[in-house]
């Protein structure tokens, strides 16, 4: 149920883009569009408000957070969803400092005061990779790494990530990246994008795995158009091309006629 255009951003694909909401809109069709950031969704707004002067009261504007936020509303099991880096930060470092032999390993009482962060952003980019810590460590944790200093500092990696998860179930805090998870399991029986006449993506380059879940939920179940940047053969765009032909070749993609 997934329909890709692609093109050079500006100004091909924001003109495709445009017409198609200028459709919707014309047949007073419900509609969302979905931006990777709320920078680019409030640009999108802004262009089809004030700039193309169409009238909106239809189509609703969200990023991929938004919209996993907006799905799972209510599902939250008397959970709370903390976006704030820096509580997730002085998670990570409350273990550490109750965890000596895992400290150790990240340089003890020494250690440097923005390390929990930075330990916290590979914790999160394994998460929204979908990776299993359990997983690796069990099945890969030998051939990845043959210095054994390097493969003691991936065990803690992982142990501190599956102790992290753990306090945050017993806190009942949901992250970000426990939101989009939530809304791909949900996504198929969600009534808010049942209400959608479409749903329509606009200019990512690539997602996260959890995201990439997220998102074929979506067009498995409901009619989608994606506006993706890309331009065939063109050198810019040499790291999209994996993305566009293992994932969106296959559905029908359509290249945006370009400007002169």
């Known amino acids: 149920m997934l329909k890709v255009h692609y093109g050079a951003f500006h100004p091909d694909l924001e003109e495709a883009f445009t017409r198609r909401i200028r459709e919707l809109a014309g047949e007073r069709r419900a509609a969302a569009v979905i931006a990777p950031s709320r920078r680019l969704a409030d640009r999108l707004q802004h ?6 002067g169409l009238a909106l009261m239809g189509v609703q504007f969200h990023t991929f957070h938004s919209l996993a936020a907006a799905v799972t509303e209510g599902a939250w099991g008397g959970r709370r969803l903390v976006a704030d880096p820096v509580f997730h930060d002085r998670v990570v470092d409350s273990l550490l400092a109750h965890q000596p032999d895992l400290s150790r390993i990240f340089g003890g009482e020494s250690r440097p005061r923005a390390l929990a962060g930075a330990l916290r952003s590979s914790l999160r980019d394994l998460v929204d990779a979908g990776v299993s810590g359990t997983a690796v460590e069990e099945f890969f944790g030998d051939e990845l790494l043959a210095q054994p200093d390097e493969r003691a500092r991936l065990s803690a990696l ?6 992290y998860e753990e306090r945050l179930t017993r806190l009942r805090v949901l992250s970000p990246s426990d939101v989009t998870r939530l809304a791909g399991e949900r996504a198929e029986d969600s009534a808010v994008l049942a209400a959608f006449h479409e749903i329509v993506y606009y200019g990512f380059y690539d997602l996260t795995g959890l995201q990439l879940e997220f998102f074929e939920a979506v067009c498995a179940h409901f009619p989608v158009r994606l506006y993706f940047p890309y331009r065939r053969e063109h050198p810019a765009f040499r790291f999209a091309v994996p993305f566009f032909e293992q994932k969106l070749l296959a559905h029908g993609a359509e290249e945006v006629p ?3």
């Open 258 to 260: 370009r400007t002169e």
């Open 47 to 52: 262009l089809l408000a004030v700039d193309k």
């Open 158 to 163: 992982l142990h501190l990530g599956r102790a």
